[in-house]
């Protein structure tokens, strides 16, 4: 565009000058024009207008909005009684390490133990996910302004997998004193502690044990994942899940 405009000049030079002054205003109108396109072309490395009338700032804000209101809404979910335990998609199950005992303690006759500690696990994750949710606010404030508007570009689940990927190893660290003082809470500690004596008494039976905390702080976080990129979704297609005025002005832009 520049290289028609400068040829353009050129040639309105060689004219005559009254004919040259009558184009003053196209002169005119033309630099305004070549200035404006200089400046939008500029706009997306200095955080200009990203995509449409949304600027870098506004997308960022918006997709930490989404995710902010989306983990409030599926911690109060899963933080219930049977948030985890009662909903087959998130449920946690024994852990692998310990599928060798359950199958003993099975044919001895106490398998009532191990349901006790299948659903003490999820009990562990149900009381952690509350007192997880400022860990995870905390987190989503870090989502830069560069990520901001390949995420919006993308799928209905972009930032909650962004999210996922950038967090999930800090998260986890953060986590597992959470966890690991809601295992002790619901009695999780104890009732495994009972299993394994029950287990190591039957003879002959190989070494098994499992990390509980690690166990839960891994499925836990995987059921919000779950629901948040649901709730994501949601935010980006369903007008009525833009709970406030940055949702509305920053998915209803899409």
């Known amino acids: 565009m520049r290289t028609a405009f400068i040829a353009s000049v050129a040639l309105l030079a060689a004219l005559p000058l009254s004919q040259s002054m009558a184009q003053s205003d196209w002169l005119k109108k033309g630099t305004d024009l070549l200035n404006s396109s200089g400046a ?59 599928k060798k005992v359950q199958s003993a303690l099975e044919l001895a006759g106490m398998s009532s133990m191990l349901d006790d500690l299948e659903l003490r696990l999820n009990r562990a994750a149900e009381a952690a996910a509350p007192k997880a949710k400022a860990l995870f606010l905390d987190a989503i404030s870090e989502m830069s302004l560069e990520d901001a508007e390949k995420i919006y570009s993308g799928p209905d689940d972009a ?61 836990g976080m995987d059921g919000i994942f779950y629901y948040l990129a649901q709730e994501e979704a949601a935010i980006r297609k369903d007008p009525l899940k833009r709970s406030t005025a940055l949702l509305q002005k920053v998915f209803g832009a899409q």
């Open 159 to 219: 930032a909650t997998r962004y999210f996922q990927g950038k967090m999930t190893g800090p998260l986890a660290k953060e986590m597992e004193p959470v966890v690991n003082q809601s295992l002790s809470d619901v009695g999780a500690i104890q009732s495994y502690d009972q299993v394994m004596g029950e287990y190591r008494s039957i003879p002959f039976v190989p070494d098994a044990k499992a990390d509980l905390t690690d166990y839960v702080v891994d499925k």
């Open 40 to 98: 939008s072309s500029g706009s997306g490395s200095t955080g200009g207008s990203a995509i449409g009338n949304l600027s870098a700032q506004e997308l960022s804000d918006g997709l930490r909005e989404a995710l902010k209101v989306g983990s409030e809404r599926v911690v109060d979910q899963v933080g219930q009684a049977d948030g985890y335990n009662g909903d087959s998609n998130i449920r946690l199950p024994l852990p692998d390490s310990l």
